[in-house]
């Protein structure tokens, strides 16, 4: 991308656009795509396809129905997390659980402190090791609780915990047939069918 070309209010600058300014120009001149910046790389990830979008709006359920869309947690799409292994780099989850005031969180580009943040869900899409490896390595380095992968490509469920600086110290994969009981730290009890989940989240071959 050649920052000679922008246009906009950082054209006729005499500078290297950081970034986050680089983000900014992407969202606006790619529209419906998420931009994210992991491990100091411009990553740009295609709107969704109808079976990523169905997935996700049914998983949202089984998080309301226990009562943590409301009251002192919220259960939000697409916000922003701001990761601290670099000085711009940002994550947008397809799902996340987070505190209640995360209005009160916002650190930069209207990204959330992670600290605010139970639990991420991410649903494969096209650049799958994205999810399965760098985020892995950022959200666990941000230290969120409980990471939760619906991996379309080979079909399992992830769940990820106790966070450390290069990931996570427990992963374990879940597949169809088993029903998975999500750590009560994202703030109630939620069970996950896994072979349901992944139904609903796969592509329909013509």
Same mark, same amino acid.
């Given at each position: 991308? +050649? @920052?000679?070309?922008?246009?906009?209010?950082?054209?006729?600058?005499?500078?290297? !656009?950081? *970034?986050?300014?680089?983000?900014?120009?992407?969202?606006?001149?790619?529209?419906?795509?998420?931009?994210?910046? *992991?491990?100091?790389?411009? $990553? /740009? $990830?295609?709107?969704?396809?109808? =079976?990523?979008?169905?997935? !996700? +709006?049914? *998983?949202?359920?089984?998080? /309301? =129905?226990? &009562?943590?869309? &409301?009251?002192?947690?919220?259960? *939000?799409?697409?916000?922003?997390?701001?990761?601290?292994?670099?000085?711009?780099?940002?994550?947008?989850?397809?799902?996340?659980?987070?505190?209640?005031?995360?209005?009160?969180?916002?650190?930069?580009?209207?990204?959330?402190?992670?600290? @605010?943040?139970?639990? /991420?869900?991410?649903?494969? +899409?096209?650049?799958?090791?994205?999810d399965l490896r760098t985020k892995v390595t950022a959200y666990g380095s941000a230290r969120v609780p409980v990471y939760v992968i619906v991996d379309r490509k080979h079909e399992r469920l992830h769940v990820l915990t106790e966070p450390m600086e290069d990931g996570y110290a427990v992963h374990r994969i879940h597949?169809? &047939?088993?029903?998975?009981?999500?750590? %009560? +730290?994202?703030?109630? %009890?939620?069970?996950?069918?896994?072979?349901? $989940?992944?139904?609903? @989240?796969?592509?329909?071959?013509?």
């Amino acid at each position: 991308m +050649s @920052a000679a070309a922008a246009e906009g209010p950082y054209a006729g600058e005499h500078r290297p !656009l950081t *970034l986050l300014e680089q983000a900014d120009q992407l969202m606006k001149q790619l529209p419906g795509h998420r931009v994210e910046i *992991l491990g100091g790389v411009l $990553t /740009v $990830t295609p709107p969704p396809d109808p =079976a990523h979008a169905k997935g !996700l +709006s049914r *998983l949202r359920r089984p998080f /309301v =129905a226990a &009562g943590l869309d &409301g009251g002192e947690t919220e259960v *939000l799409e697409g916000l922003g997390l701001w990761l601290p292994d670099g000085p711009e780099n940002f994550a947008v989850p397809d799902l996340c659980v987070v505190d209640a005031d995360i209005e009160d969180h916002i650190i930069q580009y209207e990204c959330c402190d992670p600290a @605010a943040f139970r639990m /991420v869900l991410e649903i494969t +899409s096209g650049n799958y090791t994205n999810d399965l490896r760098t985020k892995v390595t950022a959200y666990g380095s941000a230290r969120v609780p409980v990471y939760v992968i619906v991996d379309r490509k080979h079909e399992r469920l992830h769940v990820l915990t106790e966070p450390m600086e290069d990931g996570y110290a427990v992963h374990r994969i879940h597949v169809a &047939g088993e029903k998975v009981t999500l750590p %009560e +730290s994202i703030g109630a %009890e939620v069970t996950l069918d896994v072979a349901q $989940t992944l139904d609903d @989240a796969r592509r329909r071959t013509p």
